[in-house]
């Protein structure tokens, strides 16, 4: 098959699921056998935006070789974003009847909108802010760290927005974080044609990033960076600077995270300091790894699969489901170091080759 028709395909795939489930639950009675209730909409809808950062961590781990374990922070900031433009649409709405300030304010006993809430009530703001928190990414890759300590950095401001979204005084719902949405662009969240809708757009968003990430990677400057991964000192002698390759990859996906966290908030209803949380980015590696490195559709595929397995995991056995997850992530490192698309096509030249860590040695390819 060319590759040309598996992305088509591929984009089907989504474009089709997701419509499908949206007309099977708009077009059907809930009496009937293939009715899909609307929590399934809105949970593949979270798939989908999970989906969209397995696919921002694969395009620099996967095709720059930086391991980031920081990315759920961008995810998050995104979220946070568009929480902050739901809140603001829900005026005199709201518990204690205030159109000026949010309820978590009132009972706090803020007295004025902090400056940095000021434009939220407009949708293009939000929007705007939620891909300039991909943009913080710039300052968080300024400094030439790479390898383990990169991670480590990446880890700990995580940790450090965790602790900081955290506190009452910050502004941002403390640990309770933003909820009661009412409505987007007038679309009250809780029917279910919105609902519908925002997976419908969704779908589309992840289908336009995988062909952004593509194009990307494919392009020249995706040649270099595929260098710059597996012999950066050797691209740089011939004149390129590595350095600058990663910071552009790495600042387009902090936005796509961004992105995906801004379409996560109003299809599950809240957005607290829990998205901050340092297994959140663990987690999305492992959608990485479980999929397949450097693939940009593999990742998307475990993003969905391992959180579907979540769902149905922890319905039966919550307790569990954090040593399932490990056990998964140990399996596939020893027995598919190519993720499951491994197991259906040869890797092509452009794709990471495994490394043995204890000699150094490339495994050869098969």
Known sequence: MRTDQGVSIAIVLVLGAAGLLAALNQMTPQAFALHVPTYVVALAGKYVCYAMLALAVDLVWGFAG??????????????????MYLMRQIGARG???????????????????????HGFEWFGFAVLMAVLAGVFGWLAFRSRVTGVYLSIITQALTYALLLAFFRNDMGFGGNNGLTDF????????????????????SAAVLCALYLLARWLTRSRFGMVLIAVRDAESRTRFLGYRPESYKLVVWVVSAVMAGIGGALYVPQVGIINPGQFAPANPIEAVIWVAVGGRGTLYGPI???????????????????????ALG??????????????????????????VPVREETGAREATP
């Open 301 to 323: 595929l475990g993003a969905v699969l391992v959180n579907l397995a979540r769902t149905l995991f922890t319905g039966q056995l919550p307790e569990l489901w954090l040593f």
């Open 95 to 117: 518990v204690y009847g205030n159109p000026n300030l949010p309820d978590f304010m009132v009972f706090l006993g803020w007295s004025k909108l902090p400056w940095y809430w």
């Open 66 to 83: 930086i391991l980031s374990l920081g990315h759920a922070a961008f995810f998050a900031l995104g979220g946070y974003a568009m929480g």
């Open 327 to 352: 056990g998964l992530f140990i399996l596939v490192t020893l027995f598919l170091p190519r993720g499951l698309i491994g197991l259906i096509r040869a890797p092509r030249p452009t794709e990471p």
């Open 182 to 201: 009412k409505e987007l662009l007038g679309a009250p969240l809780a029917a279910d044609a919105t609902r519908c809708g925002l997976l419908l757009t």
